[in-house]
């Protein structure tokens, strides 16, 4: 029997999970399949730990989110096909739910779906080869100690991307006097109160971070973008400025001559692709993009078509661009969508990338991506979803959030999938201190 090993069950590796299950749903004979799980439970980033470091086996955490983590996006963007957010909760709910929320409403697919039976949890690998058209994949049973050798026919590697953080070297920050931390070991904007906090960066984690330490009562919260300002209009309190030049004692000196007294520095400088238990010929290599080179549709690995990458792609769409992936893999694996020659999946991935090349500003990104995504969903049985609904969506919270950064999360956005407009959360974001999903889903 053709055997199947997917790594990682954030919502990637749920979501192919769940693409097999549809389809033995729907009468198929699916293959064999094992999950492998280095954590001890399931939802990759939305399965909140305080940890920062390693976990109590030495092995490094891989979760980059924090309390107080509220989407960022209209959830209705991320929406499941098959699964919607009222059969979830059984009634309406606001746009943008805290974290909580949304694991509870990526675990309940996957509950439902009952595909807990396939994972192996605390099970991390450690090495891939490729020989003789199988995978040697060797895992580590972490409670147990015990490292296992075993065969397959593909691979399914979701494991996510931001979960190994990037972090430069900036002058003056061996005798900094204060706290100096990456966002992926974020985890409190409490720790920060009454606080001077410089984030760098320019991307979601700078915005979000920033923010975060600005609500939960930083005393300042200056942001050193490298090339292009986020310009949203801040705050009182809050800045931006150009790029950290040196730090001197507990004084930060900007590229454009600002000075700050500072008592943290919280990097939000990107993450890694990183990959050390493949081997180097199955290895993404690669920045974060949104049309990551070697991967025809974005999923399988062009030297060898029986590797998939889910999720790699910087990401406007998530959760459902996820599952297009993870159907297409899937039908590919099941031998239903059949893999063209070489040159047209060359040219295939040229095209893109050069697309791709040519974006220049976040609507023209969303166009992209939403073409991507809807190229996958027309290849598949994903059921029904209004992708252009979506689209519409993302450019109305593009100019909310350019509107004010500080109201974008209060607005209301209609399903993708039921047509329901969501209700206006009974407080608005900048004031609801407490994100846990009981005091989210009262009326007030
Ligand atoms: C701070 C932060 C906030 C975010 N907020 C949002 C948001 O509001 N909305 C949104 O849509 N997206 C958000 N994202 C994007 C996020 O990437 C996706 O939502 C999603 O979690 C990606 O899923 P994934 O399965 O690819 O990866 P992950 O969620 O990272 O899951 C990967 C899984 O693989 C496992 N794994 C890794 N290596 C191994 C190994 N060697 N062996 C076994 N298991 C392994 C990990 O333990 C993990 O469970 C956020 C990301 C970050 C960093
Ligand atoms: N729900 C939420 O609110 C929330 C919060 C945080 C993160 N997220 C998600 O997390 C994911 C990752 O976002 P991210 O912002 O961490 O990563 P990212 O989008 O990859 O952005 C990386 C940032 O690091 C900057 N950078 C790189 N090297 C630097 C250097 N040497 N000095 C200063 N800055 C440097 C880049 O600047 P340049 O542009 O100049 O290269 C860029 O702004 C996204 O999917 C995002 O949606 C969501």
Redo the contacts with the bound molecule.
């Keep these: 029997m053709t055997k199947v090993a997917i790594i990682g069950t954030g919502p990637c590796g749920l979501s192919m999970l769940r693409a097999f299950q549809q389809g033995e749903e729907k009468g198929e004979n699916i293959p064999e399949i094992v999950c492998f799980e280095k954590q001890k439970d399931w939802g990759g980033l939305w399965n909140y730990s305080w940890r920062t470091g390693s976990d109590e086996y030495g092995d490094p955490v891989p979760n ?1 989110m924090y309390r107080y ?5 209209p959830k209705e963007c991320l929406e499941f096909a098959d699964y919607s957010f009222d059969e979830h909760f059984g009634q309406p709910i606001p746009s943008f739910p805290p974290r909580e929320v949304l694991y509870d409403y990526i675990l309940g697919r996957a509950k439902k779906a009952d595909v807990k039976k396939y994972i192996r949890f605390n099970t991390a690998v450690t090495n891939v080869v490729y020989n003789d058209n199988q995978f040697e994949i060797t895992s580590l049973n972490k409670e147990k100690n015990i490292n296992s050798k075993e065969k397959f026919d593909y691979l399914v590697v979701a494991t996510g991307h ?1 979960s190994v953080p ?1 972090i ?1 070297e900036y002058k003056g920050m061996n005798s900094f006097p204060g706290r100096i931390l990456h ?1 992926h070991d974020f985890r409190d904007a409490e720790e920060f109160r009454d606080k001077n906090v410089v984030v ?10 920033a923010l975060q330490c600005y609500k939960y009562g930083a005393n300042s919260v200056t942001i ?5 300002a986020m310009g949203f209009k801040w705050p009182h309190g809050m800045k931006e400025v150009h ?2 030049d040196k730090l001197e004692g507990n004084t930060a000196t900007f590229k454009d001559g600002h000075t700050q007294n500072i008592d943290a520095l919280i ?5 890694l692709h990183y990959f050390p238990f493949l081997d180097e010929s199955l290895k993404l290599k690669t920045g ?1 993009r949104l049309y990551p080179p070697n991967l025809y549709k974005g999923v399988v690995w062009q030297d060898n078509h029986k590797l998939f990458y889910l999720g790699m792609q ?2 406007f769409h998530t959760f459902n661009m996820f599952d297009c992936q993870a159907w297409f893999a899937r039908d590919i694996i099941m031998d239903k969508i059949k893999m063209p020659n070489d040159s047209e999946i060359t040219k295939d991935i040229n095209e893109w990338v050069e697309k791709e090349q040519k974006l220049e500003d976040p609507i023209q990104m969303i166009d992209f991506q939403t073409e991507y995504t809807k190229d996958l969903y027309s290849a598949s049985n994903y059921p029904k979803i209004d992708f252009e609904l979506i689209r519409k969506h993302f450019k109305d919270w593009e100019h909310h959030k350019e509107e004010d950064i500080m109201t974008y999360r209060n607005k209301s956005f209609s399903s993708p999938v039921t047509g329901t407009v969501a209700p206006l959360h009974h407080t608005p974001w900048a004031e609801a201190m407490d994100d846990s999903m009981e005091t989210f889903l009262k009326a007030k």
């Design positions: 980059s983590l509220w989407s960022n996006g931001f990037y430069p966002g760098l960066g320019s991307s979601y984690s700078a915005e979000d971070i050193g973008y490298r090339n292009n790029y950290l990097l939000c400088s990107g993450y974060n910087d990401q």
